[in-house]
Antibody, heavy 118, light 109 residues
Framework: QVHLVEAGGRAVKAGGSLRLSCAAS????????MAWIRHVPGRGLEYIAS????????QYEDSLKGRFTVSRDNINNLLVLQMNSLRTEDTAVYYC???????????WGQGTLVTVSS | SVLTQPPSASGTPGQRVTISCSGS????????VNWYQKLPGTAPRLLIY???RRPSGVPDRFSAYKSGASASLAIRGLQSEDEAEYYC???????????FGGGTRVTVL
């Protein structure tokens, strides 16, 4: 059974940094594409980034390039999102998800809340 | 949003509700569509994948279809537990990335 657990979300001031992690279990993490998605009330679901199983292919939402960095540790089954220069509009619940097929997000973590204040 | 959904939909218990998702030839017109259900306070859940397939555990009250560059999700026999936000999603070959609709909030009256 796929199990994804995000951690690291907290309140932070604008301009600050946060490192989110996603611990994966119950499936072959090293064979799976993964993604970070966020949910903002009133704005809906927003794609952040995705990373191939080996980590060699990484893609970002254009507006977040340069501030957010995704990486993975296939030894420890961990997905990481480094967020720098945070803005108030980055306030959201951040989810990691497994990607299948043509970007089917078939399994999601419970989410971690990031609150950025001015 | 690249994919266009109505912001809201509603129905009484037992009714059928349909949610549309409009795109273009670079996304829905060329790639499969997925639908997600987001109940209040919970993580999104894959409801429909590859246009019209239901993952195990999803009731057959939920169905979806696609025609050209548009897709629709139907909820038959609406129940109170269906109150949620519903999102369509897929791939866009012009943006070369995943895209979502803006979401539709379904209310059971």
């Amino acid at each position: 059974q796929v199990h994804l657990v995000e951690a690291g979300g907290r309140a932070v001031k604008a301009g600050g940094s946060l490192r989110l992690s996603c611990a994966a279990s119950g499936f072959s993490f090293g064979d799976s594409y993964m993604a970070w998605i966020r949910h903002v009330p009133g704005r809906g679901l927003e794609y952040i980034a995705s990373i191939s199983n080996s980590g060699s292919n990484i893609q970002y939402e254009d507006s977040l390039k340069g501030r957010f960095t995704v990486s993975r540790d296939n030894i420890n089954n961990l997905l990481v999102l480094q967020m720098n220069s945070l803005r108030t509009e980055d306030t959201a619940v951040y989810y990691c998800a497994r990607v299948l097929g043509t970007f089917e997000l078939d399994s999601w973590g419970q989410g971690t809340l990031v609150t950025v204040s001015s | 949003s690249v994919l266009t959904q109505p912001p809201s939909a509603s129905g009484t218990p037992g009714q059928r509700v349909t949610i549309s998702c409009s795109g273009s030839s670079s996304n829905i017109g060329s790639f499969t569509v997925n639908w997600y259900q987001k109940l209040p306070g919970t993580a999104p859940r894959l409801l429909i994948y590859r246009d019209d397939r239901r993952p195990s555990g999803v009731p057959d009250r939920f169905s979806a279809y696609k025609s050209g560059a548009s897709a629709s999700l139907a909820i038959r026999g609406l129940q109170s537990e269906d109150e949620a936000e519903y999102y369509c999603g897929g791939w866009d070959n012009t943006l070369y990335g995943p895209v979502f609709g803006g979401g539709t909030r379904v209310t059971v009256l």
